[in-house]
Each structure stands twice: as C-alpha cells, then as structure tokens.
Nanobody, 121 residues
Framework: QVQLLESGGGLVQAGGSLTLSCAAS??????MAWFRQAPGKEREFVATINWSGGSTYYADSVKGRFTTSRNNSKNTVYLQMISLKPEDTAVYYC????????????????WGQGTQVTVSS
C-alpha cells in the first residue's frame, strides 16, 4: 500500500511559478506521474518520471514549462511549473505505478488527494 500526499498548490498570477511536491509512503521504486483535472473536464496527463528519474515525459501543453523530478531518499516527487497560464488552473494529482511510464490514468494504482492550482489572468 502506498499513500501519496501532494502539497504546494495555491493561487498565482499568469506568468508566475509554483512547485508541487508529492510525498510517498512505502517503497520508492514506483513510476510516478502528475495528472490534472479542471472543473467539468476529464483528468488529463501532465508528466511522468520513471523510478530512477532518468526518464521523463510531458504533455505537449506543458512541455518546456513544467519539469518533474524526484528525490528517492526523501520519497518525494516534484513538479516545477513556470510561465503558468490561466488554462493550467486545475486540481493536480500525483499517482504511482509499479509498471513503466504511461500517460493513461488506468496505468496508475495509487493516487493522492490532489492540490488546487489557480492561475489568475
């Protein structure tokens, strides 16, 4: 059983930055990912990172603006977000998978409770 706890969300102006953290209990060798869900929309993939941190993949909408990383000694995954846009407003979730990197929600077994990111124009 893995428990995930996101933090770092908040309100920021367009063009600003935020860094989200996801603290995990238990084993550290899971593939991790970030998803987001805006009101009235489906949950969408944002970024994923393999267990070693050596492989990452991003949604086109965030590529070049968001960076995911991990510190396995702290059981923590990060999502650094810069140049934020109003359309980045959503609840951000981290998720864990025992498999390889994936952009699909069904690939991830464990989910955090989410943290709200609001970008004002």
């Amino acid at each position: 059983q893995v428990q995930l706890l996101e933090s770092g969300g908040g309100l920021v102006q367009a063009g600003g930055s935020l860094t989200l953290s996801c603290a995990a209990s238990g084993r550290t060798t899971y593939t991790m990912a970030w998803f987001r869900q805006a009101p009235g929309k489906e949950r969408e993939f944002v970024a994923t990172i393999n267990w070693s941190g050596g492989s990452t993949y991003y949604a086109d909408s965030v590529k070049g603006r968001f960076t995911t990383s991990r510190n396995n000694s702290k059981n923590t995954v990060y999502l650094q977000m810069i140049s934020l846009k109003p359309e980045d407003t959503a609840v951000y979730y981290c998720a864990a998978s025992a498999g390889g990197t994936s952009i699909y929600t069904k690939s991830y077994v464990y989910w955090g409770q989410g943290t709200q990111v609001t970008v004002s124009s």
